[in-house]
């Protein structure tokens, strides 16, 4: 399976942070992917600056045939198309889709490295895929979501919110 993280905190050309994911799923949807599950959106306070714009999230789980050098450079096309400019490091942005794993690959390469090297500490990756795919064990530290959630320190399980909402996807 391949796991997917979409976030947003910035308004685009095309509307807003929900918007922003919305479309980046269709797009994908669009490609030879086929989106088997997709959580509901979660909302952080921006890292490392909390005084920007707050960010939403969504986990995905896909299949595709696509390479994961395929599937990256699509990727990267469509948080282009979405408006993403890439500046400083965690600086806002329209559109961020990190491939956190791919089939369980584990790939350190220049323009890669799988899993997604920070996904185990990342709040806003860890809940979404626990929502879509309790089972998920990260490729190289062999362990699973939850483990790797009761690693987070408290402030990082508690400035995360579930909202009430998801993507529609369209048929």
């Not at 269709?26 to 909390?50: G, R, V």
């Not at 198309?81 to 490091?89: D, E, F, H, N, V």
Request: proline share 5%; net charge positive.
């Amino acid at each position: 399976m391949i796991h997917l993280n979409i976030g947003s905190n910035l308004n685009s050309n095309f509307g807003n942070r929900f918007q922003n994911i919305t479309i980046a799923v269709d797009l994908l949807s669009k490609l030879e992917i086929k989106i088997i599950k997709i959580s509901n959106f979660y909302e952080t306070p921006s890292y490392p600056n909390k005084n920007l714009p707050k960010f939403i999230n969504i986990a995905a789980m896909i299949e595709t045939k696509l390479e994961y050098k395929h599937l990256l450079k699509e990727t990267l096309k469509i948080e282009n198309k979405l408006g993403r400019s890439k500046s400083k490091k965690n600086a806002p942005r329209t559109c961020d889709i990190d491939i956190v794993d791919f089939k369980g690959l584990v790939i350190k390469e220049k323009e890669i490295i799988l899993p997604h090297p920070r996904c185990h500490l990342r709040n806003f990756v860890l809940y979404p895929i626990l929502e879509i795919d309790p089972n998920w064990r990260h490729p190289f530290l062999k362990k699973n979501v939850d483990f790797l959630i009761k690693q987070l320190n408290n402030k990082e399980r508690i400035e995360i919110t579930r909202l009430n909402k998801s993507v529609i996807i369209k048929s």
